[in-house]
T-cell receptor, first 113, second 113 residues
Framework: SQQGEEDPQALSIQEGENATMNCSYK?????LQWYRQNSGRGLVHLIL?????REKHSGRLRVTLDTSKKSSSLLITASRAADTASYFC?????????????FGKGTKLSVKP | ETGVTQSPTHLIKTRGQQVTLRCSSQ?????VSWYQQALGQGPQFIFQ???????GRGNFPPRFSGLQFPNYSSELNVNALELDDSALYLC????????????FGPGTRLTVL
């Protein structure tokens, strides 16, 4: 079953602008992860935020988590053409095996030079 | 530290055939998860292996089966291939645990004709 849903489905911006992607989920979680995927290849882990954290930074990435609204956002500041990729949020599947993740459909980000 | 590797990169099969995909875990990781990603979708969990035992399974039929070896490498086998099995198959390794980051391989692109 779908747990995380990203919004928007697609986003096109100019280099240097900021990109914001949102993720909503349905059940209570103890962490949420964001992954990046370039051109249908493997996923690269970006950041993990725990349920007791409200905000986390990693380089040009800022992730927020609002457990009361069951939502998270990923902000990429000063975007570059190399940031062009699909971005997925993932949450743990408590109904299945430990470590199993449930992914949304992703946000496809295009950064134009 | 060696990353997750998968073979082959691409594969073309015909309906009804059988296929075996392979994955080598990141060094020190004892848990392997397999995901199927259809075009334009997020990855869907197939199953997970922990120390050579299946540790959970998603909503996939029994013709999807797997193995994990003592060195923690893994295989995904799909029998009686159907057209809808065409997808990117991703392997991810981790130390296990519901809060753990999963490290993905580059994937195997399977096309069923």
């Amino acid at each position: 079953s779908q747990q995380g849903e990203e919004d928007p489905q697609a986003l096109s911006i100019q280099e240097g602008e900021n990109a914001t992607m949102n993720c909503s989920y349905k059940t209570s979680i103890n962490n949420l992860q964001w992954y990046r995927q370039n051109s249908g290849r493997g996923l690269v882990h970006l950041i993990l935020i725990r349920s007791n954290e409200r905000e986390k930074h990693s380089g040009r990435l800022r992730v927020t988590l609002d457990t009361s609204k069951k939502s998270s956002s990923l902000l990429i500041t000063a975007s570059r053409a190399a940031d062009t990729a699909s971005y997925f949020c993932a949450t743990p599947n408590y109904g299945g095996s430990q470590g199993n993740l449930i992914f949304g459909k992703g946000t496809k980000l295009s950064v134009k030079p | 530290e060696t990353g997750v590797t998968q073979s082959p990169t691409h594969l073309i099969k015909t309906r009804g055939q059988q296929v075996t995909l392979r994955c080598s875990s990141q060094s020190g990781h004892n848990t392997v998860s397999w995901y199927q990603q259809a075009l334009g979708q997020g990855p869907q969990f197939i199953f997970q292996y922990y120390r050579e035992e299946e540790n959970g399974r998603g909503n996939f039929p029994p013709r999807f089966s797997g193995l994990q070896f003592p060195n923690y490498s893994s295989e995904l086998n799909v029998n009686a291939l159907e057209l809808d099995d065409s997808a990117l198959y991703l392997c991810a390794s981790s130390l296990g645990g519901i809060t753990d980051t999963q490290y993905f391989g580059p994937g195997t692109r399977l096309t069923v004709l």
